[in-house]
């Protein structure tokens, strides 16, 4: 499992005027915890799975800036996109996927990404993707897939980087389980 602490976020901010760090999967709040040391104005973070949710938001009761919601990203990042309209800038740590829940979406990642596609503040914001082995087949330092986990779909990954390619560079890493960052262009 990556760490969003693999990313420099302070950079980030600084970078892209970024202030607010927006996470899919929350597990057991580590990288938020990370990313709650930095100058984030708001950190939302959707988990499905409740009693995750719940013991993360309990862990950040005394910081008002943190939001945890419960249920699939899917479900929730339309909502939480409109509410974010008017923010210039967002760092997204993309990390939704197994194990899930039978009611939530197993690997959300290329629909999230088309949701955030849509997204006013697409053009000028970070997303980064933990697990790229999930989704591209290459030679990570912490090698494949374990058994009885299938492979995504690494073209349609690849269609959307192309789309978007203009607006974002795009760099992979094959450190631990893989990462892929989109970095706006026009900082
Ligand atoms: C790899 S862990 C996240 C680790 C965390 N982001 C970190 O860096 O510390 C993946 C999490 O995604 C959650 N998850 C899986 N599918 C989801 C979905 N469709 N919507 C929301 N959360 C999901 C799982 O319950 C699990 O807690």
């Not at 949710?53 to 409109?82: T, Y």
């Not at 607006?167 to 450190?175: A, G, L, M, N």
């Amino acid at each position: 499992m990556g760490h969003v602490s693999q990313f420099d976020l302070g950079q980030i901010i600084a970078t892209y005027g970024t202030t607010v760090f927006l996470e899919t999967g929350t597990y057991q709040g580590s990288s938020l915890r990370h990313a709650a040391q930095f100058g984030f104005h708001r950190l939302i973070s959707i988990e499905a799975d409740p009693d995750l949710a719940a013991r993360v938001a309990g862990d950040f009761r005394d910081d008002p800036r943190v939001a945890i919601h419960v249920g699939d990203s899917l479900q929730w990042l339309p909502k939480v996109l409109d509410a974010l309209s008017d923010v210039y800038s967002l760092c997204c740590w993309l990390d939704a996927h197994y194990p899930a829940g039978p009611a939530v979406t197993e690997l959300p990642l290329l629909q999230e990404l088309g949701l955030l596609a849509a997204y006013p503040g697409f053009r000028a914001s970070v997303i980064l993707i933990d697990d790229r082995r999930i989704y591209e087949n290459d030679a990570y330092t912490s090698g494949g897939l374990p058994g009885g986990y299938a492979q995504g779909d690494g073209r349609a990954l690849i269609d959307f980087e192309d789309r978007i390619a203009p607006s974002h560079v795009v760099e992979r890493s094959t450190i631990g389980e893989g990462t892929i960052a989109f970095y706006p262009r026009h900082a």
